[in-house]
């Protein structure tokens, strides 16, 4: 067999190093922080493996990294510099705009909005599962029409 090499998300590996560099370690200490082998780390900050869901979520908490950043290069690296985010109100104490937008919306769609800015790894699984709807409509795969019987 084959050992192929497959890289995963562009640029994932390049935005993982910023962030060990950003906080000044080392790979060795990336990855003990992280609680993988240095091997893995190495191969995750290559683009060659995507890390478990239980190092996202150490980047996550940890680092506070967001995962839209991580994943996809949209936003700041960061969730503190997301202004508001976490309590979903202004420096001011006003609710923000993102809130009053979500009023107008229904309760359903209102709470699930509200879970995808709260859980960053909820909002990845259900982005990746639009790009793949995306993706089979612009191709005009049969996927397209699975993809809208499975969503009514």
Known sequence: MTNIKRKVLPGFGQRLRQIRIQFNLSCPEMA?????DLSTYHKNEQGIYFPSVRTLNLLHKDFDVSMDW??????????????GINSLESPGGKESNL???????????????????REPLFRHKVMLQYYEYRDSK???????????????
């Open 70 to 83: 991580l994943m996809f290069e949209n936003g700041p690296l960061q969730f503190k510099e997301k202004a």
């Open 32 to 36: 003990q922080k992280l609680g993988i």
């Open 138 to 152: 612009e191709k005009g795969s049969i996927g397209s029409s699975l993809a809208l019987q499975h969503l009514s």
């Open 99 to 117: 809130v009053l937008e979500l009023e107008s919306v229904l309760p359903d769609v209102n709470d699930f909005l509200l879970a995808m800015v």
